[in-house]
């Protein structure tokens, strides 16, 4: 079995608590949904936010999902650079998983697509 990096993004609208914890629930239920893992499968989730995101952290949402309270998580903030996307929530899963590194489904959401146009049209919702 190997580990694998499964990433996803997405943005909010406003730094608003409820906001931030809804759209961090909604992209790793979709990353989970598309690969087919479970959360005794996860080695950890990396999160990051944009600096412009101070109202909570993400990890607060992946925390009140059920089974998901040994996973280890970490919020950071994300490198500002001049002109990136602004209120942005990244998450790295790293998954043990049996998939080849092709058969691994990246998630981008909302206005996150413009990241990675490339990864984002094969998200299926």
Same mark, same amino acid.
Not at 35 to 51: D, K, Q, R, S, Y
Not at 54 to 73: K, S, Y
Not at 102 to 118: C, F, G, S, T
């Given at each position: +079995?190997?580990?694998?990096? @499964?990433?996803?993004?997405?943005?909010?609208?406003?730094?608003? $608590?409820?906001? =931030?914890?809804?759209?961090?629930?909604?992209?790793?239920?979709?990353? @989970?949904?598309?690969?087919?893992?479970?959360?005794? *499968?996860? #080695?950890?989730?990396? @999160?990051?936010?944009?600096? %412009?995101?101070?109202?909570?952290?993400?990890?607060?949402? @992946?925390?009140?999902?059920?089974?998901?309270?040994?996973?280890?998580? +970490?919020?950071?903030?994300?490198?500002?650079? *001049?002109?990136?996307?602004?209120?942005?929530?990244?998450?790295? =899963?790293? #998954?043990?998983?049996?998939?080849?590194? %092709?058969?691994?489904?990246?998630?981008?959401? $909302?206005?996150?697509?413009?990241?990675?146009? %490339?990864?984002? $049209?094969?998200?299926?919702?």
């Amino acid at each position: +079995m190997l580990v694998r990096g @499964i990433r996803g993004a997405t943005t909010v609208e406003h730094d608003e $608590k409820n906001e =931030v914890l809804t759209a961090t629930r909604e992209l790793l239920q979709q990353i @989970i949904a598309e690969n087919g893992i479970l959360p005794e *499968e996860i #080695a950890c989730v990396f @999160i990051t936010v944009t600096n %412009d995101l101070t109202t909570t952290f993400p990890a607060v949402a @992946i925390r009140q999902l059920p089974g998901w309270e040994l996973v280890p998580l +970490m919020c950071s903030l994300e490198v500002p650079v *001049e002109g990136s996307l602004p209120k942005c929530i990244r998450l790295m =899963v790293m #998954a043990n998983t049996e998939k080849r590194q %092709d058969e691994i489904v990246h998630v981008y959401l $909302k206005e996150a697509m413009r990241l990675r146009p %490339d990864l984002s $049209k094969l998200t299926k919702a």
